[in-house]
């Protein structure tokens, strides 16, 4: 069992940064892909980010690449999102989640999920 708790998140003008947080229970954390996903109202989860046990394979949602940064700190049993630049478009619930799979994409790969912390990015 892995628990995974957000924090972060918050409200910040267009143009700003935001780093989120996962902090993970459990002492398998460094076994396990870490992904970030966001849903904004009436829209569907999308991928946002994900990285591999080790941190050597990261993976980008298209658009947010040079944007979005995410690390993770295997010591620590955190992962994180670095967001510059946001864009009202970026509003949204963001979660973390972690998995076994390599389809990193698909929430579908992700067995543990946090409650998720919510961005806003005023214009």
């Known amino acids: 069992q892995v628990q995974l708790v957000e924090s972060g998140g918050g409200l910040v003008q267009a143009g700003g940064s935001l780093r989120l947080s996962c902090a993970a229970s459990?002492?398998?954390?460094?076994?396990?892909?870490m992904g970030w996903f966001r849903q904004a109202p009436g829209k569907e989860r999308e991928f946002v980010a994900a990285?591999?046990?080790?941190?050597?394979?990261?993976y980008y949602l298209g658009s947010l690449k040079g944007r979005f940064t995410i690390s993770r700190d295997n010591d620590k049993n955190t992962v994180y999102l670095q967001m510059n630049r946001l864009k009202p478009e970026d509003t949204a619930v963001y979660y973390c989640?972690?998995?076994?799979?390599?389809?990193?994409?698909?929430?579908?790969?992700?067995?543990?999920w946090g409650q998720g912390t919510q961005v806003t990015v005023s214009s």
């Open positions: 459990g002492r398998t954390f460094s076994t396990y892909a």
């Open positions: 989640a972690a998995g076994m799979g390599a389809n990193y994409y698909t929430s579908r790969n992700y067995n543990y």
């Open positions: 990285i591999n046990w080790s941190g050597g394979t990261i």
